[in-house]
């Protein structure tokens, strides 16, 4: 089954740039639509970002021109380029396979915190 390996987070401020990296093993990587979702606490995980095996992108509203995911299939690697972060963007992030409905997947990676605060 996969495995889901974040890192990457921490505490930084407004303004200010993170990467997060995501390990995958357990699947065949390249031609999967992979994903990175958020949570916070007492809310649903929401999808942040997907990208296709053939480079499409999509990136939800509120990140859309500040975030940017990338993949490395030789690398079985995911990333999430976070630039000009603002306080709401704080949430535990974590990737996996994309789907429309993230309930539905079984399998997740302890995810990554990332804070932002002054």
């Known amino acids: 089954q996969v495995q889901l390996v974040e890192s990457g987070g921490g505490l930084v401020q407004p303004g200010g740039s993170l990467r997060l990296s995501c390990a995958v093993s357990g699947i065949i990587f390249s031609p999967k639509t992979m994903a990175w979702y958020r949570q916070v606490p007492g809310k649903e995980r929401v999808l942040v970002a997907y990208?296709?095996?053939?480079?499409?992108?999509l990136h939800t509203g509120s990140v859309k021109g500040r975030f940017t995911i990338s993949r490395d299939n030789a690398k079985n690697t995911l990333y999430l380029q976070m630039n000009s972060l603002k306080p709401e963007d704080t949430a535990l992030y974590y990737c996996?396979?994309?789907?429309?409905?993230?309930?539905?997947?079984?399998?997740w990676g302890q995810g990554t915190l990332v804070t932002v605060s002054s």
């Open positions: 996996n396979l994309y789907s429309i409905n993230p309930g539905n997947l079984e399998v």
């Open positions: 990208i296709t095996p053939g480079g499409t992108l």
